[in-house]
């Protein structure tokens, strides 16, 4: 099993990224999806989660109407659109597959 996160880096606060995760190993479709997030010194937290077909999706109080979680079971990707970021957002973000598999993580940073 393979999930490979991209797409994190450095952001000025109110600006945007999009991380994507590519999984491998599993079946993707089948699988509900979700990104976690860890901020130094706290535990990790749920951020957002889509069901297997993307009918379902649900986010942490902190970023609702600022991230949007989505899937694409033909490219087996989940991706995370993350808008109005804060630097309360500054995290390394996981990808998660069944709440079983992990990705290895990618940094997001928001700073002026």
């Known amino acids: 099993v393979q999930l490979v996160e991209s797409g994190g880096g450095l952001v000025q606060p109110g600006g945007s990224l999009r991380l994507s995760c590519a999984g491998s190993?599993?079946?993707?479709?089948?699988?509900?999806m979700s990104w976690y997030r860890q901020a130094p010194g706290k535990e990790r937290e749920l951020v957002a989660r889509i069901s297997s077909f993307g009918g379902s999706t649900n986010y942490a109080d902190s970023v609702k109407g600022r991230f949007t979680i989505s899937r694409d079971n033909v490219k087996n990707t989940v991706y995370l659109q993350m808008n109005s970021l804060k630097p309360e957002d500054t995290a390394v973000y996981y990808c998660n597959a069944r709440l079983e598999y992990w990705g290895q993580g990618t940094q997001v940073t928001v700073s002026s």
């Open positions: 190993g599993f079946i993707f479709g089948m699988s509900d």
